[in-house]
Antibody
Framework: EVQLVESGGGLVKPGGSLRLSCAASGFVFRDAYMNWVRQTPGKGLEWVGR??????????DYAAPVKGTFTISRDNSKSMLYLHMSSLTTEDTAVYYC?????????????WGPGTLVTVSS | EIVLTQSPGTLSLSPGQRATLSCRAS???????LTWYQQKPGQAPRLLMY???TRATGVPDRFRGSGSGRDFTLTISRLEPEDSAVYYCQQYGSSPPMYIFGQGTKVE
């Protein structure tokens, strides 16, 4: 059974940094593209970024609003996904989901974690 | 950048009725990359339909996806109480890589 569990969310001040983690199990982690998607009441669902699998050299892509301030990484030996967020603003307040993307041919998010809440506030 | 517009915003129906949800793209999209998700209150989204019309594992056959070009539809043929949820469409564009979501349709 595929399981994704995010952690690391919390309250952070504007301008601060935070690292989210996602523990994965139940599938061959190194073979999956992994993504972060966030959700706010106002903006709905928003893709944050992705990291490709080992076969595709673990290259990363980011949504425009977070490019340059967010970094995605993975540790295949531990089946862990990370999202390092810096220069946070109130606009980054959201529930952050870790998702798998196992089939490049259809580019959909197969499995989602329960999410972790990040609140950026002074 | 492609925009996905879902309509209606809310659909209020009774059990046994048919629900028709629309997802319109601002330009033609690849139907291989058109996906639907279901999100129930307090839960993460769940993959419902991918490649426009392929049901994900465990999705009942009362859910049907269709469409091409700019217009896509999710039909729930005989509503069950457990189908109450928000439904999102999503598409992928490759240049630059980007995943876009519609704003959702609430079915109650």
């Amino acid at each position: 059974e595929v399981q994704l569990v995010e952690s690391g969310g919390g309250l952070v001040k504007p301008g601060g940094s935070l690292r989210l983690s996602c523990a994965a199990s139940g599938f061959v982690f190194r073979d999956a593209y992994m993504n972060w998607v966030r959700q706010t009441p106002g903006k709905g669902l928003e893709w944050v970024g992705r990291i490709k699998n080992t076969n595709d050299r673990e290259t990363t892509d980011y949504a425009a609003p977070v490019k340059g301030t967010f970094t995605i990484s993975r540790d295949n030996s531990k089946s862990m996904l990370y999202l390092h967020m810096s220069s946070l603003t109130t606009e980054d307040t959201a529930v952050y989901y870790c998702t798998t993307l196992m089939t490049v041919a259809t580019q959909n998010f197969d499995y989602w974690g329960p999410g972790t809440l990040v609140t950026v506030s002074s | 950048e492609i925009v996905l517009t879902q309509s209606p915003g809310t659909l209020s129906l009774s059990p046994g009725q048919r629900a028709t949800l629309s997802c319109r793209a601002s330009q033609s999209v690849n139907s291989n990359f058109l996906t639907w998700y279901q999100q129930k209150p307090g839960q993460a989204p769940r993959l419902l339909m991918y490649g426009t019309s392929t049901r994900a594992t465990g999705v009942p056959d009362r859910f049907r996806g269709s469409g091409s070009g700019r217009d896509f539809t999710l039909t729930i043929s005989r509503l069950e109480p457990e189908d109450s949820a928000v439904y999102y469409c999503q598409q992928y564009g490759s240049s630059p890589p980007m995943y876009i979501f519609g704003q959702g349709t609430k079915v109650e």
